[in-house]
Nanobody
Framework: QVQLVQSGGGLVQAGGSLRLSCDVSARTETGYAMGWFRQAPGKVREVVTADSWSGGRVYSADSVKGRFSISRDNAKNTVYLQMNSLKPEDTAVYYC???????????????????WGQGTQVTVSS
């Protein structure tokens, strides 16, 4: 069973930055596509950014494009979400997700992922 353990998050002022980490209990280089999702109160879970196993393709939601980025450290089996220029509307619980894959595809639907982190709260004050 693959486990994802998240860290980071917290309270930040608008315009600030945060980095979320997702430690994967498996070798990420062996075949996992990764994604970051978020869910605000009363809203459905939505994809923020996702990458393919091959690393050649990355998806970012329009709402975060140019501000958020996904990256990996395969030596540490860790995936990061760097969030810059944060806005109050970015406030949500953020989740990392993993899916077994050895393709160049990224996945943007929560149903396409097999494994999930525990979630971490990000609150952006105005």
């Amino acid at each position: 069973q693959v486990q994802l353990v998240q860290s980071g998050g917290g309270l930040v002022q608008a315009g600030g930055s945060l980095r979320l980490s997702c430690d994967v209990s498996a070798r990420t280089e062996t075949g996992y596509a990764m994604g970051w999702f978020r869910q605000a109160p009363g809203k459905v879970r939505e994809v923020v950014t996702a990458d393919s196993w091959s690393g050649g393709r990355v998806y970012s939601a329009d709402s975060v494009k140019g501000r958020f980025s996904i990256s990996r450290d395969n030596a540490k089996n860790t995936v990061y979400l760097q969030m810059n220029s944060l806005k109050p509307e970015d406030t949500a619980v953020y989740y990392c997700a993993a899916r077994r894959s050895r393709s160049s595809l990224y996945y943007t639907h929560s149903s396409e992922y097999n494994y999930w982190g525990q979630g971490t709260q990000v609150t952006v004050s105005s």
